[in-house]
Structure formats: structure tokens, C-alpha cells
């Protein structure tokens, strides 16, 4: 089963740069007049993405899949995907409430990037963005 726990590993490291990415990709695109960076769904998708990581790490809930990719590779839960990246990385490790204060800082960074640059509202004849 560890090929199973790769992919979910896999899949929570696109989910992390699609939340990370995503906010500086709205940035670039606004100031760049990138139709995409204003584009709805997107908007409200990556907005979602990093409201439920801050909701989880609030309520103290490991993310499901952490928990999924421990279970298939046999062990128990301690730390948070973050958290082993960090530590793998930088060899630093920090108490939960460091993680969920940084979740919940950047929740708060892309609502207002959210709110100054808002998301195109679709209108009558306006063509579809890809």
C-alpha cells in the first residue's frame, strides 16, 4: 500500500501549492489583468481550500489526508503535513498552535485578497473563462 500512500502524499503536496500558488498567482494575475486571477469559481475554490485548513487546525483535527497516508504506511498521526515538511526541510519543529496561527494567518490573507481584489461576477454574454 505504499504506492497508495505516495499518491495521497502526492495529492496533499498539489492541494498545498494550489492554496500557496494560488494566492500568488492572484496577486501576478490581478496585476497583470490575467482574466483567470479574477475568475469566480477559482476564486471561491482556493478561498474554500484554505478556510477548511484553518477550520481544521482551529478545532485541533489533523487533516484527513495525513491521517489517510499514516494509516497505509503504518503509523500514528503526530504531526501535520506542514509540520513533517518543516521538519524534513529545516530540521525546525514547532508546537501545534505556531501551525494553526500561520493557517489561520494566511486564511485571513487570501479573504483579503478576496475582498481588495475581488473575484469577476459573471454577466449576461460575458464568454467563459477556460
Known sequence: MD???????????????FVVGGLAFVWVGAWRGWPLARHFGFRVTHLGAILFVAGEAL??????????EDALRGRETEKGFIARILHAVLYWDAPPWVFTLLYVGFALVVLATFLLI?????????????
Do not use: E
Not at 478545532?59 to 489517510?68: A, I
Not at 459573471?122 to 464568454?127: A, E, I, L, Y
Open 59 to 68: 478545532v485541533g483535527v489533523m487533516c484527513p489526508l495525513t491521517v489517510w
Open 118 to 130: 475581488p473575484p469577476a461576477r459573471k454577466r449576461k454574454g460575458d464568454t467563459p473563462v477556460p
Open 3 to 17: 504506492w497508495l500512500a505516495d499518491l495521497i502524499l502526492v495529492l496533499h503536496a498539489l492541494f498545498v501549492l
